[in-house]
């Protein structure tokens, strides 16, 4: 197994690309989510997209062309997928979700899947909740407590409604106000040494979160 496939996407593989010279955030991922209700109305999981800025991907597709042909298919991806997906586990999978103020537990990703185009790679994965939720307001945050990955919603539609969604449900989306620098780094850069102390229960990523709120009827 190449070390890329044994390592995580979000430990061993970006700390190769970590540099005492490079302030935090190292990656950069843009991000849509679905979230997808059931025949009653009830929210059961997060299909997930994540797009990584160009020159992460160029690092992770090394050596994935297996036929040679210069292109990169989802089945020659899909080992990546798999490894990558299943290691986020331990990042609570950078994701919060609220069902009226009440945290949401997930269950074990699946369905994944990685595409290549426009020279970044693309995860898809559904995150389910352990129980369906009731809730007339959602709140989804998705970002790095620890700021090594910056997590950005895309421009326009990046959250949708799946499924029997109740009618009538608005979606309102805030961004931060120093999502490309943040205040405390304006007034005095952080060191290295600073954000090696961050760990996953650590709440410094959540300055730079994008929220979205789902209000229904």
Partial sequence: MIPRLASSLFAAAFALLASPAIAHPHVWVTAKAELLYDSEGRVTGIRHA???D???SAFMTQGLDRNGDGKLTPDELQDLAKENTESLSEFAYFTVLKGNGRKQDFDSPRDYSMTYGEE??????LLPLKAPAAAKT???????????????????????LAGAAPQGCAINITR???ADQ???AQAQPLSEAFFETLTAASTYGVEFANKAIVACP
Avoid: H, R
């Avoid at 970044?120 to 994965?125: D, E, H």
């Avoid at 895309?154 to 949708?160: C, K, M, Q, R, T």
């Fill in 54 to 56: 160009k020159g992460y």
């Fill in 120 to 125: 970044a790679l693309t995860l898809v994965y």
């Fill in 182 to 184: 943040p205040a405390q």
């Fill in 138 to 160: 959602l709140s989804l945050e998705v970002y790095d407590p620890t700021y090594f990955v910056s997590f950005g919603l895309a421009e326009g539609n990046a959250v949708a």
């Fill in 50 to 52: 994540w797009t990584f």
């Fill in 176 to 178: 931060p106000k120093n």
